[in-house]
């Protein structure tokens, strides 16, 4: 049987950048499409990605984000969230080509736990995260000797949440420190804080600050004062040691600009709108909008939420714009609306498009492994270490 490594490989990333791409090799962002893609008004693109699919059968896995458009999803073997969906990746060993429909860091994941057997497949490379980029390997390893000039490095475990780099996993897993997700946050802090003796440890948080304050004042019971804000681009993160000293969680001035949006105005012109709307937000929201909902939680938890509310109910939901409508038309017997007035897609996410899918699906079919999102052995073992870790929280 032909396997991933007998084909053709495209250029990776690097090498395209070295080509001139005009992409920051530290960015999570990757490069422009090399390929020839399909023209986005071609009327056979749905008939070809089925075509494609079948053509490689067993040998393809597609996975696809929540927050994927229509026109994607319908191709996804699995939808999920990105642990999820990385899990899936690796319950699949037969799989030759796992096709991710999500952005790189997902990628990155599903290559960490799947085997070297396995290729995993970003269908654009220009799909990245703003969030994950915004905590770079150089930056926070600056950051790490900040605290260590400190005299806090001893006393801090890092907790990282799954959107960010491999390099931030690894990090993660070499400090003895453990990734977490939306869902399992609150177990990830007190495992955190449980590592030192009690009282005395520090959490360092990355590299979203709101998911970060919100389980530590909600979930935990800190106070908004246990918390700062590490800023990479200010000396010394634009902090004193004695304030890193006081400090019971270091929190990565980091967000992700799709949640990041919605403000407490959004939920209170939400609730004169529509009397008697129950909020449901993500808790990559901000403090003061996650304080003012009715509701709060993952992805995953979302979509339970209104899978599992009465006929006749109200929702205002305040996670990306492609699942919430997703949602709304799955449940036409519920009134369910988008938080804020202004659209809000994820732009990285939406540049997995029906013609990259098409191409990527082509190319593997023709025996092209194109578009190969692979972490290199010593970051794989650091990064998995720290997502066993989270595997294994109690
Ligand atoms: S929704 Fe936010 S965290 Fe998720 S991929 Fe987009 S920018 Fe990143």
């Known amino acids: 049987m032909t396997t991933a490594q007998d084909l053709d490989v495209t250029p990776t990333p690097l090498a395209l950048l070295l080509l001139g791409r005009e992409a920051d090799p530290s960015s999570e962002r990757g490069v422009d499409c090399p390929g020839d893609l399909p023209a986005p008004s071609d009327p056979g693109l749905v008939e ?4 494609a699919k079948e053509r490689l059968g067993e040998k393809v896995f597609v996975l696809g ?11 996804a073997d699995v ?3 990105s642990f999820k969906l990385a899990q899936q990746a690796a319950a699949r060993p037969e799989a030759e080509y796992i096709v991710f429909c999500g952005v790189h860091f997902m990628a990155e994941s599903a290559d960490i736990l799947t085997t070297d057997a396995q290729a995993v497949v970003l269908p654009d ?5 703003s969030m994950a980029d915004m905590a770079t390997a150089e930056q926070v390893a600056e950051c790490w000797d900040v605290l260590t000039e400190a005299g806090v490095a001893d006393a801090t475990v890092p907790v990282s949440y799954m959107n960010s780099s491999a390099d931030i996993k690894a990090f993660t897993g070499r400090h003895g420190g453990t990734i977490c997700t939306s869902s399992n946050a609150e177990r990830a802090l007190d495992w955190a804080f449980a590592q030192r003796e009690a009282g005395a440890g520090k959490v360092l948080f990355l590299p979203d600050q709101h998911l970060g304050r919100n389980t530590a004042v909600r979930d935990l019971g800190l106070s908004p004062g246990d918390c700062v804000l590490y800023n990479p681009h200010r000396p010394n993160g634009g902090l004193t040691a004695e304030q890193l000293r006081a400090a019971k969680m270091i929190l990565w001035r980091g967000h992700c600009s799709v949640h990041g949006r919605f403000s407490l105005d959004s939920v209170d012109e939400v609730r004169e709108r529509i009397p008697g709307v129950n909020v449901l937000v993500h808790p990559e929201c901000k403090h003061e909008v996650v304080a003012a909902a009715d509701q709060v939680g993952s992805t ?6 209104l899978d599992a509310a009465p006929a006749g ?12 409508r997703r949602l709304a038309k799955r449940h036409p017997d519920k009134e369910i609306v988008f938080l804020d007035r202004t659209v809000c897609f994820c732009s990285t996410m939406n540049r997995i498009d029906l013609p990259h899918l098409v191409w990527a699906l082509e190319s593997l079919a023709d025996g092209k492994l194109v578009n190969r999102v692979e972490v290199d052995k010593e970051t794989e073992h650091f990064a998995r270490l720290a997502l066993e870790r989270m595997l294994a929280l109690p």
């Open 48 to 51: 070809r990605a089925r075509a």
């Open 79 to 81: 939808t999920g969230d």
């Open 313 to 324: 109910s109200k929702w205002a939901v305040g996670t990306e714009l492609n699942l919430v």
């Open 125 to 129: 490379l220009a799909a990245g995260c």
């Open 300 to 305: 995953e938890h979302i979509i339970k939420a």
């Open 65 to 75: 984000h929540h927050y994927q458009r229509d026109e994607v999803i319908q191709f």
